[in-house]
């Protein structure tokens, strides 16, 4: 006969799993970032970095080799505290926004928008005049928070 196991137990197994998949993540701090000819070295394209959001992903955190990177390549990598409108977007050619919340984490409203309308307004028309935007998301709450801005 086949033992099924209860259902609490199945419930506290889920929640662990949710809750090392975050813990797991760390950035390699030990890769080598350097770039043997950058793409940019007379010019310095701008990339603005999103760190207004509750964004599980910053320059100085798991992002960081990869804002290394393309800075290595020539790029002009800042972080970003404020909402997005046209006054904060304009000086830069890339917006990179990676993995945003409506809250922190564990806080109620982590799936909820991160972004308001205006802000998605502003992204809207900064990239119609030519901007590029990386939108990255992942699991839940991130997807959820981004979905009005996507």
Known sequence: MMRVAPVWLLAA???LGGT????QQQADLDYDTKVAE????????????????????????????????????????????????EDVLAPYRILIIACAKGAERGQFGAGHP??????????????KQGGSLLLVTDIFAFGAAAQVLG
């Open 114 to 127: 991160a972004f308001t309308l205006a802000e998605c307004d502003a992204v809207e028309a900064w990239v």
């Open 13 to 15: 197994l889920a929640g």
């Open 38 to 85: 950058p793409a940019y070295e007379a010019e310095h394209p701008a990339v603005l970095f999103d760190e207004a959001h509750n964004n599980l992903h910053t320059v100085g955190g798991l992002y960081k080799p990869f804002a290394d990177l393309i800075s290595h390549d020539g790029y002009r990598v800042e972080d970003n505290h404020k909402p997005f409108s």
């Open 20 to 23: 090392t998949a975050f813990a």
